[in-house]
């Protein structure tokens, strides 16, 4: 099986640079041993006006069959000479993705030592796969790529050239042209090809979902085929299928909240009359949220749903916070939160300060048990109502932070954001946003449902008929500011219905 990866360039910028990228020599053939063959990594031409890779993938076919294990090993007539004479060999599959994701590993995650801004630039590339099987035709195939930016032609091989009276196969010759980044072009093809196939030549267990949503990170949550490719990648195994979906949905709430909320606390906060440039909603949510950390005397701190890191990084500036824990379901958000705040150039004591985690917040974790506080700052909000109490289990229940600070947007206020039209959320990804009097409600059902006393504060201006523009609980373990007796922690049936 064959794949090529094309660009041009200029003398300035010159096409082979795309061997920096692919950390493979242009001058040079190189072979690589993989489980079901060889993989050969070699340049047709290399030149600054045009560079072609190209990846041939020699399979063993008695390796194939020798490897092949359990009732996940494939797909194909169930015949003992089909074990042998497929096309496999020749065909674009899973065995040519994990090809491509062994041999372009590093080229895979964007990452390039030598030229590190090469890996950020878009290229005008070009990708021909000679024989690419595709179940669901060519209209599949462009109902795949399209969405991603991809100028696709998909040409279907006939059975037999001599005989077109036969019909077309189920292949199709693929060729993509585009602007992309060479990684987001490997991401694609490396979880594409094995869902056109259809099949994969390996057992696929729980894994499997991690390397889909690491390869799909920025691109997969948001396409428009994303159930089928995710059901497809994953073998159509129903409870895996179920967790990615899951955690795809948390990662495209999550990736998109901070920036739109901030851009439109800014628009709103410059609208008011005032001599001075007000400061923006989302710098005095912060320092809200800071202040009453320090009141609680918090040192160690959970920022849940941390995003691109923006309090992370407050909170890394106040040395009475010993350790800050930055979580989130996106690996871009925190790949955006680790440059941010500089995580790579903190001398060793700092850096000892800070971690960032990839987590959902749907599941428990024990790695968040024994904090002294939790943030969900502009969280909740993104979630399906349905889903909440399975977040409230897990940060009120399992992780069990001495205080617990939740802000959300108080939609009585949106009456007054002159850039917000009558009716709607603050953002797109919002699944509901709360009245004060909601907002309370919950907040005290699930006190007492989980030991917590809980006091409310606004953030921004306190509006005298609307109030203010964002609301934030305060939850604290084993005290009841009220004057009541706390509720005990919810009962195993509770804990399993959560």
């Known amino acids: 099986m064959f794949l090529t990866i094309s660009t041009t360039g200029t003398p300035e910028r010159p096409a082979s640079d795309l061997g920096f990228l692919l950390h493979k020599h242009p001058g040079r053939a190189q072979a690589f041993s993989t489980s079901h063959g060889t993989a050969h990594v070699f340049y047709p031409e290399a030149t600054a006006e045009r560079c072609t890779a190209a990846l041939l993938l020699e399979v063993d076919p008695v390796a194939l069959v020798r490897r092949a294990k359990g009732k996940g090993a494939g797909q194909g007539p169930d015949t003992a000479l089909a074990q042998y004479v497929n096309d ?5 599959s899973s065995l040519l993705a994990v090809a491509l994701g062994g041999v372009f590993s590093t080229a895979l995650k964007g990452q390039c030592a030598a030229r590190p801004e090469l890996a950020t630039r878009p290229l005008p590339l070009r990708v021909v796969v000679p024989a690419l099987p595709a179940r669901g035709g ?21 059975l037999d050239e001599q005989f077109p009276e036969w019909g077309d196969s189920r292949y199709v010759r693929l060729l993509l042209e585009g602007d992309q980044r060479l990684s987001d072009a490997l991401r694609h093809l490396y979880v594409l090809l094995p869902v056109l196939d259809d099949a994969k030549h390996y057992w696929v267990s729980a894994d ?14 948001g396409h428009p085929e994303h159930k089928l490719i995710t059901s497809r990648y994953l073998a159509r195994r129903w409870s895996l299928t179920r967790q990615a979906m899951e955690r795809l949905e948390l990662a495209r709430l999550a990736a998109s909240d901070d920036t739109a909320a901030e851009d439109l606390d800014n628009a709103v906060d410059e609208s008011t009359d005032t001599e001075e440039r007000p400061v923006p909603l989302a710098v005095q949510r912060r320092e809200a949220i800071l202040a009453a950390l320090r009141a609680a005397g918090a040192q160690r701190v959970l920022d849940l749903g941390c995003g691109q890191g923006q309090l992370v ?15 989130d379901v996106s690996m871009r958000a925190l790949t955006l939160a680790a440059r941010r705040i500089g995580l790579e150039r903190m ?35 993104h979630v399906d109502l349905p889903r909440l109490p399975a977040l409230e289990y897990a940060v009120f229940g399992a992780a069990r932070p001495g205080t617990v600070l939740v802000t959300t ?90």
Do not use: I
């Open 88 to 92: 496999r060999p020749y065909a674009a």
């Open 138 to 158: 060519a209209g599949l195939v462009r109902a795949l790529f399209e969405p991603l930016g991809w100028r696709v032609e998909a040409d279907p091989v006939p």
């Open 208 to 221: 499997e979902v991690d390397k889909l949503l690491r390869a799909g990170e920025g691109w997969l949550a």
């Open 313 to 327: 990084r407050e909170l890394l500036k106040d040395p009475r916070f010993t350790e800050v824990v930055g979580v």
């Open 347 to 381: 001398g060793e004591r700092q850096a000892s300060r800070a971690t960032l985690l990839q987590g959902s917040l749907a599941y428990t974790d024990k790695r968040l048990k024994g904090y002294d506080a939790a943030v969900l700052s502009e969280v909740v909000e």
């Open 409 to 498: 947007p108080n939609v009585e206020y949106n009456v007054r954001w002159e850039s917000l039209p009558a009716g709607h959320v603050r953002h797109g990804d919002h699944r509901f946003e709360w009245t004060r009097a909601e907002f309370r409600a919950w907040a005290a059902q699930v006190a007492r449902q989980y030991g917590y006393a809980v006091a409310f504060a606004p953030v921004g201006p306190d509006d005298p008929e609307v109030g203010p523009p964002t609301q934030m609980a305060v939850f604290t373990l084993g005290t009841d500011q009220a004057g009541t007796t706390a509720a005990t922690a919810p009962t195993t049936k509770e804990e399993k219905a959560a």
